[in-house]
C-alpha cells in the first residue's frame, strides 16, 4: 500500500472479496525526508501514514517493510549505471521487477501469502497480462517484465475500472485518499532535477554535440546523461536549425553526442532486451503490434523469431 488511492481500493476489493489480506507499506529510503513529498511522491512519511489510515478503514493488519538498502541497490544504482552506459532507464519498471514482485513477492511467499496485489492498472487474463480497460492509466508497460511464475502469484484488482471509477469508489468507501493526486516523476529526487542527480554522481564531462549528418558542432554538453533519446525542449541546437524539422537527441555514453532533426535519425531498426513471455502462445516470428511510447496507441512492427 503506497498511500495512493489505487492501493487503498486494491485491498478493499480484494478484503471485501473475501482474501485474508494485510497491507504493506515498503520503506524504500533511509532517510525517508530526502524523497519526494506531496503530490510528486509515493514513498514518504506522509504516505505511510496515508496507507495506515486506509488499512484500519478497511480493516486489515498493517505492516512497514524495509526495502531501503535493496531499492537503492536495484534501483537507484541501477538508474545511474544506466545512463553512464547511454541508455534512459524506467526506475518505476525497475522497482516492479526487483522489488515488488521479487523481494517483497520471496518474503511475502516466505511467510505463507499465496500473492501480491498492487494497485497496478492492469489486467490478467489466464496469466497473460492486457492492459487496463484505462487506456490512459495504463500501467501494464512496466509490468512486462515479469516472469509467468511471478504473475502467477500477482493480483490487479483495477485492470478492469477506470481512474475516475477507482475514485469515486475511494469516496464511498470512507477512504480519505480518495482525492489525493497520483504520484509523478522520480520518487529518490527529492528536487524533481534528475540532470544535477547524475551530475553529483557521474560528475561533469564536458563535449561537443554534432549535426549526426554533416559533422558540424551545434553545441556542446556537460554530461551526455543530461539528455534523452528523441529530446527536443531545452536542446540549444534546436534554433540553430529552424528548417530541419524537429531536433531530436541521440543520446550515447560516447562524446560527441549526435544530434539531427527527427527525419533524419528516425529510428528503422529499433532493439529491445529482457523481453518476458507471460503466455504460452509462439514467440512472433514476423510482425507484432506495440507502442513506441507508453502512452501510444500500438502499431505495427517487425519482429525477428527468437528462441523459445
Known amino acids: 500500500m503506497s498511500g495512493g488511492v489505487d492501493s487503498a481500493v486494491a485491498a478493499a476489493r480484494i478484503a471485501e472479496a473475501g482474501h485474508d489480506v494485510t497491507g504493506v507499506h515498503l520503506a524504500l529510503s533511509a532517510n525517508p525526508q530526502s524523497y519526494r513529498t506531496g503530490a510528486r511522491g ?8 496515508d496507507a495506515r489510515r486506509a488499512a484500519d478503514v478497511i480493516g486489515i ?3 512497514i517493510w524495509d526495502m531501503a538498502e535493496r531499492f537503492h541497490r536495484d534501483v537507484v544504482e541501477d538508474f545511474v549505471g544506466e545512463y553512464a552506459a547511454g541508455r534512459t532507464p524506467n526506475p518505476c519498471l525497475r522497482c516492479n521487477e526487483k522489488i515488488k514482485f521479487e523481494a517483497v513477492l520471496d518474503r511475502a511467499l516466505a511467510l505463507g501469502f499465496d500473492a501480491v496485489a498492487t494497485g497496478h492498472h492492469a489486467r490478467l487474463e489466464d496469466g497473460v497480462l492486457r492492459r487496463s480497460v484505462d487506456a490512459a492509466k495504463d500501467q501494464s508497460y512496466v509490468l512486462g517484465v515479469l516472469t509467468r511464475e511471478q504473475l502467477a502469484h500477482a493480483i490487479f484488482p483495477l485492470g478492469g475500472s477506470t481512474k475516475a471509477e ?3 469508489e475511494a469516496a464511498r468507501r470512507g477512504l480519505a485518499v480518495a482525492d489525493k493526486p497520483d ?4 520518487c529518490f529526487i527529492a528536487d524533481g532535477d534528475t540532470r544535477g542527480f547524475l551530475a553529483e554522481r ?15 558542432v551545434v553545441g556542446s554538453h556537460q554530461g551526455a546523461y543530461g539528455f534523452t533519446v528523441g529530446q ?6 534546436t534554433a ?6 524537429r531536433a531530436t537527441c541521440c543520446r550515447s555514453s560516447r562524446s560527441p553526442t549526435p544530434c539531427g532533426s527527427a527525419r533524419d535519425r528516425r529510428w528503422r531498426s529499433p532493439r529491445s532486451s529482457a523481453c518476458a513471455r507471460c503466455g504460452t502462445a509462439p514467440w512472433p516470428s514476423r510482425a507484432s503490434r506495440w507502442p513506441a511510447r507508453c502512452s501510444s496507441a500500438p502499431t505495427a512492427r517487425s519482429t525477428p523469431a527468437a528462441p523459445t
Do not use: M, N, Q
Open 166 to 168: 477507482v475514485r469515486a
Open 232 to 237: 527536443r525542449k531545452g536542446c540549444a541546437w
Open 202 to 216: 557521474l560528475g561533469a564531462a564536458e563535449g561537443p554535440i554534432v549535426d549526426a549528418l554533416s559533422g558540424e
Open 240 to 245: 540553430r536549425r529552424p528548417t530541419a524539422g
Open 42 to 49: 509515493c514513498c514518504t512519511i506522509e504516505d505511510s501514514r
Open 183 to 186: 504520484s509523478h516523476d522520480i
Open 61 to 63: 493488519p498493517f505492516y
